[in-house]
DNA sequence: AGAAAATATTGGATCGATCCAATTAATCCC
DNA sequence: GGGATTAATTGGATCGATCCAATATTTTCT
């Protein structure tokens, strides 16, 4: 495998000459130039072994992206919001030309250890030491979907305002009788949270979700309701039966709040299922936009978390060196065909 | 930042036995192990740096995806069907606890040339010059849906016979009358041909595509038709009038063959806009399998074109070295709602 | 205790390219 | 044509770690 070294030889010049023809050819004599090259050609030389110019000034443009958890880089690709999220990273990936690498790092690994990027994205993180080997790297990285204190880049969505926004559309369309579906934390079998019990941080699970939760209370406070008042079952968000489950426990609901489009979809599904009429019977809001919500029977009315915006963002944070950016968007509530008033 | 050397020097120990203590921790006596881990611990070393690691003997662990002609990182994730392909190629990743790399590499920019990866699987390439930055570097290469030729490791479907496949389904049913819905090559206008020309290889976009017109071919000669009798609608795979156009010059046409699954997700709209009922009047085979045609209605009926076995296949060659492999993966018809029986 | 064997540690060379200061060659001007 | 400028080229050091052969140390055994 020919070197940098051979050409030079090959060409009768120094190595510093050859190496200037490829990385500063302006300031090397047109004829020499000539003379490199065609014998970097005849040996089929490539230009510089990205490798050994790596190690030189580290830029590798690459941005890498830490799935979340347990995760793995199948797992990030499946999962429909973190799709819209990838794609976000992507659209910058191209403005700028880099590459995007999805880094399996499951009970840290060593993927971001010894990853070659110039930076990373962590997903959704449950304890801000998932990111010290990207700290001691002294690679710039951003943390999604959580607040991770002043001196770390963060990009997430107001869930709080998301939550509020979604619970005071239905309370405005006139309901009063609702149901929420919630995710668990981790693994488990599904939770019920009956009505009457005060409703702490476990019925809801990572951090964002307890914001939804929190902004749910605060639009029915203000109608004069307690989310104490009002069922819960907490599930993954893929779990099908948990829509069976939900309308089974609260049959005189009128209106599901869902913590995930997933689950806002099954919900529709579930209730096609019963014939139950969506919207005229029971509404239903999502959490998160994802293109299948629009093409669900009925469309699905959600809350958009932005995922793609979110990516675009932490991307351009990594490429683009400055102090700690904590970015919240706004969210926004999509209305769809899954809501309406409440029959008499 | 810390390097090996300032860790050796702390620990009183030489470069070599720090090296050692990372990379063959049972060569150093446990003591001067401790003292060395001490030292590195209280400098806040994490370990090897991975760049110079790298430049030593190259093993990267990562997989570069190189997308298709002129698309981006983006567009790769967002094409359905090259998204299922891309989940085989991670799902290989996870097992191998690999990265997976995305390189955008429109008009040769050079992305192939730096790419820090093991190998590169070429998303459906069209010249197969655009492989020879891999080959110079003598990087492990996999090409995608043709065959490049004895040297050349690629991974395809029979599209010939998953063309075959389709028509026979739908002629023994007792379909005689016909549409077919092609690829354009590239960008331009929607085509139509009209019965009655002979069929070349212009009448479909890629190798792969023009094999399954020979496919369709084959299948209605045996039923003693003629393809040339065919009306042909060419168009790009995301094209929503080009279904439109399909039924106003063909309308006579009991069953529909689309070379594409979007492109058959499209025809089943566009009949249900018309108050076609699929499959009573109309039947439609569609090409290649993704969730979403398991989801529409009626659900399409299609040919599974194996995307992400394909992609599981191609990751293994690169992470597996051996001779050059071609793999012709045989196809499989999905029969689900789209196609019956022509009506009397 | 002393020689032999086994085990640990070390300095130097290497991976392939880039940068810098120093040297050499080409160009300019009177 | 010769000295002063300017431009082009070069060797050596460097990036950070790993490997190898050579040396130093410890252990084993008589």
Redesign the interface.
């Known amino acids: 495998?020919p070197t940098l070294r051979d050409v030079a030889n090959k060409a009768g010049v120094s190595r510093s000459t050859a190496s200037n023809v490829f990385a500063h050819p302006e300031i090397v004599r047109a004829e020499v130039r000539e003379r490199v090259a065609e014998a970097a050609l005849a040996l089929?030389y490539?230009?510089p072994d990205?490798?050994?110019?790596?190690?030189r000034h580290?830029k590798?443009?690459?941005i890498?992206i830490v799935p979340p958890g347990e995760w793995?880089?199948?797992d990030?690709?499946?999962n429909p919001v973190y799709?819209q999220f990838?794609?976000g990273v992507?659209?910058t990936?191209?403005e700028l030309?880099?590459?995007?690498?999805?880094?399996?790092d499951r009970n840290g690994?060593g993927?971001v250890?010894?990853?070659?990027v110039d930076g990373f994205i962590f997903g959704r993180i449950e304890h801000l030491h998932e990111t010290e080997?990207a700290r001691?790297?002294?690679l710039p990285y951003v943390v999604m979907d959580v607040d991770a204190g002043p001196d770390v880049s963060s990009v997430r969505v107001d869930s709080r305002a998301g939550g509020y926004l979604a619970a005071r559309h239905l309370i405005e369309l006139g309901h009063r009788r609702f149901g929420i579906m919630s995710f668990l934390r981790g693994f488990g079998p599904t939770r019920y949270h009956p009505p009457g019990v005060p409703r702490g941080p476990e019925a809801a699970g990572m951090a964002t979700d307890q914001e939804k939760l929190l902004g749910y209370a605060e639009a029915l406070a203000e109608a004069g309701l307690d989310i104490a008042d009002v069922p819960i079952v907490q599930a993954q968000p893929w779990d099908g039966d948990a829509a069976a489950m939900m309308l089974d426990v609260a049959p005189d609901a009128t209106a599901i709040l869902s913590m995930g489009v997933m689950q806002g979809i099954a919900m529709l599904d579930e209730a096609r299922r019963r014939e139950i009429s969506v919207p005229r019977d029971l509404s239903v809001v999502g959490f998160n936009e994802i293109p299948e919500a629009a093409k669900s029977t009925p469309a699905l009315t959600t809350v958009d978390g932005k995922a793609a915006e979110k990516g675009r963002i932490a991307a351009r944070i990594i490429f683009e060196p400055g102090p700690v950016r904590r970015e919240l968007l706004p969210p926004r509530l999509i209305m769809r065909a899954s809501t309406a008033q409440p029959r008499r």
């Open positions: 495998m089929g490539l230009g990205p490798k050994a110019k790596l190690l580290g590798v443009n690459a890498g793995g880089v199948s990030s690709l499946r799709h990838l794609l992507a659209e990936c191209d030309g880099a590459s995007l690498v999805i880094i399996p690994n993927g250890r010894t990853a070659l080997p001691l790297r002294r």
